[in-house]
């Protein structure tokens, strides 16, 4: 039914060439994106060399949008208010101020009168619809216009139950995210990390999760136990963390579903920093002995282990190459904390980072093309990005403490966390690959060590 | 040209399907506080003067001996003034020896946290093998890292960060 209106508004020929010409505009604002991000790879000096191109600021003109109130009543404005706000963190988007639309929406079947908000210079409208089934459920429906072309986008509709809302929401929002970018989105993802509370000497940790946007947040530990660094599998099912229980500091598997835990290996030492491989078969981390730290995965269902690094120095931080093929992790076997990259057997290690200062927590992007990392250089703490053969650097915030990159699922959006001089603890920040549209993520307390879930296909 | 797309109900399908990534999921209360004798030990009798420790107690270590020794920036090195405090703790373990021991170590929080436990692990390590050196035996103690998650000053300039780089020798350690 939602369909078949479609049929009700033919698309005269020539809209098209207006059509396209907006969809150029479009293409354009976003080509200027990746011409900023390019940048670095444009002015590079020699592999290796460090540039560090300080992003100017300002603005990348993001498009302005008309998200309407979704007919009919509070939940229904609540869903469009959550597809305005997500669009418009992003920084690719300004919603404009529902005060100046013109139109009234009644009929969200019905062609818009295009005049009314091409005048309020409103190059996209989104109209929807919320409904509920007989059977409880909520229907969903919503259309995306392009104003200037006089067509439709998009026209989508989702059922689900009541307290999926906000999912709902998401869902919406990444699928006009996607139609006018043509990048997938990332809005229906959840972060875990740790939050913190109480005082800085004797801090609390659990493992929570939350929404992207800082919604839904719950924890799923509750103990005086240390936890730290949770990181997502691939499934989204399931949690590896580390927690000191017991007073044995140790890698663990948590099911979301069940709250099931398990030690991860039976091994002689600490282990730490775990990370799931991309086919979530395996759990890559590091085992401490002695004053050593070496990297090792263990198989999830075979439960063999295999060693990876052998130095007498620290290895860890082991991220895998979106592929499975390659593992990159810092080491000191150099001196000072230094990125290198291995073969996912461990052959072929080689270091990456050569800029001043050390290096450190290295993720590489779910596209494959760049690594994030976290840099220490004259007393500051940066989060920056580098490509998998350490060239074309480029940091993307600095101050007194950045930590702990983990990339949205598209590959253009960082999460880390932030603790400034002076009291209080860490707070989660969101920054554009571009090193524009830094964000602080509103949580209940601290936060440190976020993971971006993947997204749901 | 628009692009005809398509309802997106296998994606709600999934959805229905893993209700639990939707469903509050809860918890594991973990049973077991740390006890009072194996949490950092800056509270256990510092303020007391030597005089109120009774010998071979905690407070007698703590006070009179000292628990805990610092390390520089980034280093696990046993320095001159840290060996004259790991040899009163070596001559005390060997005068009380039923005591087990957990040597704790910690980093500052100018690092990143998975460094750091290990960076705290190396400080232990040292300082277990240099207390072995001074014959206290290795099966007396056991090892544990905290890398910067249990600083004892908390301010953030180089006086604190310094007092956060140490190595505590805790008596009746954790799990003994």
């Known amino acids: 039914m939602w369909r078949k209106n479609r049929a009700h508004f033919p698309h005269p020929a020539q809209k098209d060439e207006r059509l396209k010409g907006f969809m150029e505009m479009l293409r354009r604002n976003f080509f200027r994106l990746f011409t900023l991000m390019f940048a670095g790879v444009l002015f590079a000096a020699p592999a290796n060399a460090v540039v560090e191109i300080d992003i100017n600021k300002g603005n990348v003109e993001p498009l302005p949008i008309a998200v309407t109130d979704f007919l009919q009543g509070e939940l229904a404005q609540k869903i469009s208010d959550v597809v305005a706000a997500d669009l418009k963190r992003s920084g690719l988007f300004a919603p404009i101020d529902k005060g100046a639309f013109i139109e009234k929406i009644a009929n969200p079947d019905a062609a818009p009168r295009f005049e009314d908000w091409k005048v309020i210079n409103a190059q996209a409208l989104v109209i929807g619809r919320v409904t509920q089934e007989g059977d409880g459920r909520l229907k969903a429906e919503f259309r995306l216009w392009d104003t200037f072309a006089g067509q439709q986008m998009l026209g989508q509709q989702f059922y689900t139950q009541p307290e999926n809302w906000r999912r709902v929401a998401h869902i919406i929002a990444d699928a006009i995210y996607e139609r006018i970018t043509g990048e997938k989105g990332y809005f229906d993802t959840r972060i875990v990390y740790v939050a913190e509370s109480g005082p800085k000497n004797a801090r609390k940790r659990q493992l929570a999760i939350m929404d992207q946007d800082g919604f839904n947040a719950r924890a799923l530990t509750n103990s005086n136990d240390i936890v730290l660094t949770p990181r997502f599998s691939p499934n989204r099912q399931e949690i590896t963390y580390m927690s000191f229980e017991n007073q044995q500091p140790r890698v663990y598997l948590l099911q979301l579903e069940t709250g099931q835990r398990e030690v991860v290996g039976n091994f002689p030492g600490m282990t730490f920093a775990p990370r799931f491989s991309p086919d979530g078969q395996r759990v890559i981390m590091s085992l401490q002995q002695e004053g050593n730290a070496n990297i090792y995965t263990m198989d999830l269902r075979s439960r063999t282990t295999t060693r990876l690094t052998n130095t007498a120095a620290i290895d860890t931080s082991p991220s895998y190459s979106p592929d499975g093929s390659r593992v990159v992790f810092e080491s000191d076997r150099g001196g000072k904390q230094q990125l290198y990259v291995m073969g996912a057997d461990g052959s072929g290690q080689t270091r990456i980072s050569f800029g001043d200062g050390s290096y450190s927590t290295p993720v590489w992007s779910p596209r494959g093309d760049l690594i994030a990392f976290t840099k220490q250089s004259g007393g500051k703490f940066s989060i920056g990005v580098m490509k998998p053969d350490g060239s074309s650097e480029r940091i993307l915030t600095t101050g007194f403490h950045n930590e702990g990159p983990t990339w949205a699922p598209n590959g253009r959006v960082l999460m880390f966390f932030r603790q400034n001089a002076g009291a209080g603890g860490p707070q989660l920040y969101s920054i554009d690959l571009t090193g524009y549209n830094e964000q602080l993520i509103q949580t209940q307390g601290f936060a440190s060590d976020p993971a971006w879930s993947p997204l749901m296909e | ?176």
């Open chain 2, 1 to 176: 040209m628009s692009r005809i797309d398509t309802p997106a109900a296998s994606r709600m399908q999934t959805i229905a399907r893993n209700p639990v990534m939707l469903a509050l999921v809860m918890t594991l209360a973990v049973a077991g506080c740390a006890s009072k004798k194996n949490l950092p030990n800056d509270a256990a009798g510092l303020g007391l003067g030597a005089g109120a420790a009774t010998p071979g107690s905690q407070q007698d270590f703590t006070v009179n001996v000292g628990d805990r020794i610092f390390f520089d920036t980034d280093s696990s090195s046993i320095r001159a003034d840290a060996q004259a405090t790991l040899d009163r703790q070596a001559q005390w373990l060997a005068k009380y020896p039923n005591y087990a021991i957990t040597v704790e170590g910690h980093a500052d929080e100018r690092g990143t946290r998975e460094y750091n436990l290990a960076l705290g692990a190396r400080r232990a390590a040292a300082t277990r093998d240099y207390l072995v050196s001074r014959g206290v035996p290795a099966n007396r103690m056991r090892t544990i890292s905290y890398g910067k998650e249990k600083p004892v000053a908390v301010c953030d300039d180089i006086s604190c960060w310094s007092q956060n780089r140490r190595a505590v020798t805790v008596l009746g350690g954790a799990g003994s």
